[in-house]
């Protein structure tokens, strides 16, 4: 009779322990699916990063061009040649903060 009881009782820890380990495991999974979905946002996030980055950079290209050209600089009043470089510099800022937030990932 001892036996049995014993067998019982022991039977009962395993189910236990399996339950628990069954509750873990879904938990897991659930966890890998929300990191599956995550880590889809952040490449879709990385890629637009990507675009923005490059259209800024040919921007910058283009009123680099404009200006080594000297077509628009010097038909440019002072208010608009700080508006520029302002807004050049303001692009730059936004290329190196993407950079750098792209280099910490």
């Known amino acids: 009779?001892?036996?049995?009881?014993?067998?019982?009782?022991?039977?009962?820890?395993?189910?236990?322990?399996?339950t628990i380990l069954k509750n873990q495991y879904a938990d897991s999974v659930k966890r890998i699916k929300e990191l599956d979905i995550a880590l889809e946002k952040s490449k879709q996030d990385n890629t637009a990063l990507y675009q923005k980055i490059a259209a800024m950079e040919e921007e910058i290209n283009y009123l680099k061009s404009k200006a080594e050209q000297g077509i628009g600089l010097g038909a440019m009043d002072s208010d608009e040649r700080e508006s520029l470089k302002v807004r050049l510099q303001e692009l730059v800022t936004r290329i190196n903060y993407h950079l750098s937030a792209e280099r910490q990932a």
């Not at 009779?1 to 399996?18: A, C, F, R």
């Open 1 to 18: 009779m001892v036996k049995y009881e014993n067998l019982i009782n022991d039977l009962s820890t395993v189910e236990s322990q399996i």
